[in-house]
């Protein structure tokens, strides 16, 4: 089986490269700040990667937007991902956890892996996006969590989904996407077939309205 390229550092589009700080980073020119908010693809966008997407924003400053894909799972489980890295998982690690299925998160750098989690311990690259929710592109994490000690809640992506400065003002400006801010509890608890239509809820909106208008748009 090919080892993945998972690599001890993750540089990217939209996160500060070596030298820098996470999180120091100044913000959008736009003054628009997205960060720990989703973005809901409108269900008229027919784009092959982002239709029907929910999208999770880590960071969004001048460097531009980093965000992960959070319902759209992947065939690959922890399990995989662990023996791809040669991680070996502790004896006392909770099924549920080796059967969790890694998410797609975009189309970047789709041969690394990316971790939203609960903020825990202290990881080598790692941005506290809220008390809630944490974002790790390192790999000590994924070795806390073979180990059995790694955080209580996450969701560990293959990719990120990521825009240029101003792409993504460009397109919401295009009504391809819906914001509202981000809710912990979709992100890590509700079955993934479900997070779609809990984050368009947070609007206030019923989905099925939504979807009725955008088939006579």
Not at 5 to 16: N, Q, R, V
Not at 80 to 86: G, M, P
Request: net charge negative.
């Amino acid at each position: 089986m090919k080892k993945s390229k998972i690599g001890k550092t993750l540089p990217m589009a939209g996160l500060p490269q070596q030298g820098e700080m996470l999180g120091n980073i100044g913000p959008a020119p736009s003054g628009l700040n997205l960060a720990n908010h989703f973005l809901i693809a409108m269900p008229t966008m027919e784009d092959p990667i982002f239709g029907g997407a929910v999208v999770y924003v880590c960071e969004h400053n001048e460097k531009g937007v980093l965000g992960v894909v959070i319902n759209k799972p992947t065939d690959m489980t922890m399990e995989v991902l662990f023996d791809r890295i040669d991680l070996k998982v502790a004896d006392s690690l909770r099924s549920t956890v080796v059967d969790e299925p890694i998410m797609f998160g975009g189309p970047v750098q789709d041969d690394r892996g990316f971790v939203l989690h609960s903020p825990s311990g202290r990881y080598s690259s790692s941005l506290n996006v809220t008390d809630e929710v944490a974002f790790t592109t390192s790999i000590d994490v994924l070795e806390a969590v073979a180990s059995g000690a790694g955080p209580a809640r996450m969701l560990v992506s293959i990719g990120y989904a990521g825009w240029s400065p101003g792409q993504l003002e460009e397109e919401l400006s295009r009504n391809g996407w819906l914001t509202v801010g981000a809710d912990a509890h979709v992100l890590f608890d509700l079955p993934i077939e479900e997070r779609y239509n809990a984050a368009i809820k947070l609007l206030g909106i019923d989905p099925m309205m939504l979807a009725s208008e955008a088939g006579h748009a």
